[in-house]
């Protein structure tokens, strides 16, 4: 008499998905039949079928999409006729940003830190930009208390953040982007006054104090409005222009008592004023189509060029005579060449994170956090060295950092309303 193989009922618990391919709903537990030699199985149930008794040596193993069911799919699989496992299907949706389907209904896909939390990415931009350019400008004075040579200095910041820029292309982060003759044509102007305007800044920190200098330098604003209005013919509002009065005021009660001023450094910083402003006429006629990181690489190699001349003809023969000898006796060599690479290093990279923190912030805030960063240089610079100003030195910083504050809040304000101008003529 055969024997009668009753079929095994085993309860199996089926896990419950928590990743945002599927519902956090669990699946209905369903049972699995084992039964000899038998593809039959209900819609609630999953199948094993036993292999056969005899195996050849690397045969396929074919699987139906009939034998592996479960209830959650069983409609989707008699629609589609074929098996579409739901995480690929999600991840092909997680990818184009779109609601996941699951058995519950749709549901977004999780978003990454940096899209719930963009302020806390943000800010820490903003605060790497403070902290490496604070860096730089300590460590800067530093090296010129016992190397005073702003012209190879210069040299050295390009230098090594060509060198970066380079080993970057080379492993491929970013990408080079070709440049042709038309290109090269438009940047070179940018790079000569970028070369001008660094080294005359290098020049005027290694003549006055680094708060002096700064203090200068907030009369770029003005140099700016002063070409816009009558080298490229654009009208500035008299709203901007009296905002620019405190900045002139401030600056000159600042220069009248200042205890390290010369004209040296004082002639130099207005130079880099005049220099970065030009700069900025010529970036706008110099749209290349790249991005920020290759455009500001080939600026650098090219203001590297620009810069080596000068410096082997006004600090070369000195350099060589007796100024390297000297700096190695009062610190060493190896702090010697490590300061100076550090100097370029951070200069480089505060450079380049201020590029990529003022690309993911409105006009508004651009504005704001430029003003920020000379109040946080102009404080440090004041604590580190120990510098002391008179109090008309100090009233006058302030009212030149407020006027600039002023200025660069009204024309984001006009820069805002501008593009929402040109939005709604286009749209």
């Not at 389907?101 to 990454?112: D, L």
């Not at 970057?168 to 038309?182: F, N, T, V, Y």
């Amino acid at each position: 008499m055969a024997s009668v193989i009753s079929p095994v009922h085993s309860p199996i618990r089926t896990c419950q998905f928590s990743s945002l391919y599927l519902s956090s709903n669990k699946i209905s537990p369903s049972f699995a039949l084992l039964k000899a030699r038998s593809l039959s199985s209900k819609a609630s149930s999953l199948t094993f079928s036993p292999l056969p008794e005899t195996i050849k040596p690397f045969s396929p193993v074919e699987t139906s999409g009939k034998a592996l069911r479960f209830s959650g799919w069983s409609q989707e699989l008699r629609r589609r006729g074929s098996v579409e496992p739901p995480v690929a299907k999600a991840a092909a949706a997680d990818a184009e940003g779109a609601e996941i389907e699951n058995a519950a209904g749709y549901g977004k896909p999780s978003k990454s830190f940096s899209e719930k939390f963009p302020f806390l990415i943000t800010g820490f931009f903003f605060f790497m930009w403070y902290l490496l350019n604070v860096i730089f400008n300590i460590l800067n004075k530093k090296v010129y208390n016992y190397f005073p040579y702003p012209y190879f200095v210069s040299v050295i910041h390009l230098l090594v953040g060509v060198v970066y820029c380079l080993v970057s292309w080379s492993i491929g982060l970013p990408k080079r982007a070709p440049i042709d003759k038309e290109q090269l044509a438009l940047l070179t102007p940018v790079a000569f006054c970028h070369a001008l305007g660094h080294v005359m800044s290098n020049v005027s920190f290694a003549a006055v104090a680094v708060s002096f200098t700064h203090t200068i330098k907030a009369l770029e604003p003005f140099f700016n409005a002063s070409a816009s209005q009558f080298v490229l013919g654009q009208h500035i509002p008299l709203s901007l222009w009296l905002s620019l009065a405190p900045v002139v005021i401030g600056v000159s009660m600042a220069s009248l008592t200042e205890l390290s001023f010369n004209w040296l450094g004082f002639g130099s910083a207005m130079i880099s004023n005049i220099a970065f402003t030009y700069r900025s006429i010529y970036s706008k006629k110099a749209m290349t189509g790249m991005d920020s990181t290759n455009v500001y690489a080939y600026i650098s190699i090219i203001a590297l060029l620009v810069c080596i001349p000068p410096a082997l003809l006004i600090e070369g023969p000195q350099l060589l005579q007796y100024g390297f000898r000297d700096a190695i006796a009062k610190v060493g060599l190896y702090k010697f060449l490590s300061d100076l690479f550090w100097i370029g290093m951070f200069y480089h990279l505060y450079n380049q994170l201020a590029t990529n923190t003022l690309e993911r912030v409105a006009p508004l805030t651009h504005a704001v956090g430029n003003v920020l960063k000379r109040v946080f240089v102009i404080g440090f610079s004041i604590v580190v060295f120990g510098n002391k100003i008179s109090t008309q030195t100090g009233i006058g910083t302030a009212i030149a950092i407020a006027g600039v504050a002023i200025y660069s809040l009204i024309k984001a304000n006009i820069e805002e309303q501008k593009r929402k101008a040109a939005a709604i003529s286009a749209s």
